[in-house]
């Protein structure tokens, strides 16, 4: 059967999805941490395998959301589902701008939210035992490694 762009990119996208759910569940199995969460990654990853400047811009809005998420944190005593909206809406904020100063393409909208939940995940992270750097570190090696498998399985 001869496959046509749009069916083999659709299948692609499946088996991206699968697959990093199930390396992003290893992950918090062997490591403890959530990697910037099963969906997050897997979901960047997919719409972004072809534009790898967004993938990277996304990775570093979520590490300077993080920052923003810990300022309020330490002043205020805002926590918990509230700090994951302020997250969400910063997150929005931010990357369209950013996007939009790049004169980047724009990327598939829900992508705005994915800095805003990774970090968010950071800062659970960062309280937890295993600690933010290893969770940074293993974050970035979860993403690079589904990248990879995109690059391979198309």
Do not use: C, Q
């Not at 762009?5 to 403890?32: C, M, N, Q």
Request: proline share 3%; glycine share 6%; net charge positive.
């Amino acid at each position: 059967m001869i496959y046509d762009v749009g069916e083999k990119l659709e299948t692609t996208a499946y088996v991206l999805l699968f697959i990093g759910f199930i390396l992003g569940y290893l992950f918090y199995e062997l490591f403890k941490i959530r990697a910037g969460g099963v969906v997050a990654i897997p979901l960047l990853v997919i719409y972004t395998m072809y534009n790898l400047k967004i993938f990277f811009l996304i990775l570093i809005l979520a590490l300077l959301i993080f920052l923003l998420l810990e300022l309020i944190f330490k002043n205020t005593a805002i926590y918990g589902r509230r700090l994951l909206y302020i997250s969400f809406g910063t997150s929005i904020l931010i990357s369209s701008v950013v996007i939009w100063i790049l004169k980047e393409p724009s990327p598939v909208v829900f992508l705005t939210l994915l800095p805003g939940l990774m970090a968010y995940n950071f800062h659970r992270e960062k309280n937890s035992s295993t600690g933010l750097l290893k969770a940074l570190v293993l974050t970035d090696v979860y993403a690079i490694l589904i990248m990879a498998i995109a690059w391979l399985v198309v």
